[in-house]
């Protein structure tokens, strides 16, 4: 079956402009998270949806980061006013729930200029 | 802060050499360990999810074990091939505020030369 889709896989935004970037979830799959690779870094949580709720939003590093997730199923990370430190591969990831393996997309490779 | 360790930072090899890989975490609040093998503009691949304190698991030419007390999981790939060339990277669970989200490390990057 379809794994984990994000798109746009590239996204280059002018310092200040917002964007949006999508996932599309493994169907029926209760969890979602998002993680943000730096260069050089692993990657750190951002946010966990269980369906359509945002029930940890801690790793959200400013109040420019929002997530949400209205149906339950696709999710989307909006950036507002950009900075050159937002530069980074964004990973959504998807599990059926609880604490378990996570199915991850290709991630969204943003390059703030 | 809690930390997940990984080394080495970058490895290369020739082909049809063994390797091994660690992963260091702390043993509090522990749930699971997770591989991943990422390959370049793929997505991450789930390896192994590890939970009992000496699990050994196997995958091909690729294991994995996991000491829960000490806080060490290492990787085994057995033979390498130029195929194997990816970025690894092992996350703790259990350790944030959330159900579930992983902690990474910073991965081992392996270039097996044919």
Request: with cysteine; glycine share 10%; hydrophobic share 30%.
């Amino acid at each position: 079956g379809a794994g984990v889709s994000q798109s746009p896989r590239y996204k280059v935004a002018k310092r200040g402009q917002d964007v949006a970037l999508r996932c599309d979830p493994i169907s029926g799959h209760v969890s979602l998270f998002w993680y943000q690779q730096a260069l050089g870094q692993g990657p750190e949580f951002l946010t966990y949806f269980q369906n359509e709720a945002q029930l940890d939003k801690s790793g959200l590093p400013s109040d420019r980061f929002f997530a949400e997730r209205p149906e339950g199923s696709v999710s989307t990370l909006k950036i507002q006013r950009t900075q050159q430190e937002d530069s980074a591969v964004y990973l959504c990831a998807s599990s059926p729930g609880g604490i378990g393996e996570q199915y991850f997309g290709p991630g969204t490779r943003l390059t703030v200029t | 802060i809690l930390n997940v360790e990984q080394s080495p930072q970058s490895l290369h090899v020739q082909e049809g050499d063994s390797t091994n890989f660690t992963c260091s975490f702390p043993s509090s609040n522990f749930y699971a360990l997770h591989w991943y093998r990422w390959e370049t503009a793929k997505s991450p691949e789930a390896l192994f999810v590890m939970t009992l304190n000496g699990d050994e698991k196997k995958k091909g030419r690729i294991s994995a074990t996991l000491n829960t007390k000490e806080g060490y999981s290492y990787l085994y790939i057995k033979g390498s091939q130029p195929e194997d060339s990816a970025t690894y990277l092992c996350a703790s669970s259990g350790l944030g505020g959330s159900q579930g989200n992983l902690i990474f490390g910073k991965g081992t990057k392996l270039s097996v030369k044919p």
